[in-house]
């Protein structure tokens, strides 16, 4: 039940930064990107750590080649913290799968 109200919080501050990012003078094609994130973000039957990851991986290639405004840039640096702590125990989980499965 906890980590249930840590993810709706965090679901909502997110949300809170989209709307925000929705209202800067961003360039169409991010306007629209923003725009189907949020729409995501709003319906309750998608699983929101996917969805930030997802995003996150669709913005990638454009920080990579600095093509992001900078509103979007910043927000795309908070979402990759973000999604590093609702990753927390993958590794370690490879890890120790590894070592139960040997080859």
Request: a positive charge.
């Given at each position: 039940m906890e980590n249930r109200k840590k993810e709706d919080i965090t679901k909502s501050a997110l949300l809170d930064e989209v709307n925000y990012l929705l209202t800067q003078d961003l360039p169409v094609k991010e306007y629209a990107l923003i725009q189907q994130f949020r729409l995501k973000l709003l319906d309750n039957r998608n699983y929101f750590p996917k969805l930030a990851l997802d995003f996150e991986k669709k913005l990638t290639p454009l920080a990579i080649n600095q093509k992001l405004?900078?509103?979007?840039?910043?927000?795309?640096?908070?979402?990759?913290?973000?999604?590093?702590?609702?990753?927390?125990?993958?590794?370690?989980?490879?890890?120790?799968?590894?070592?139960?499965?040997?080859?």
């Open positions: 405004s900078k509103p979007l840039a910043e927000f795309y640096l908070s979402l990759t913290k973000l999604n590093k702590t609702h990753q927390t125990g993958t590794g370690l989980s490879y890890i120790l799968s590894s070592l139960f499965n040997p080859r």
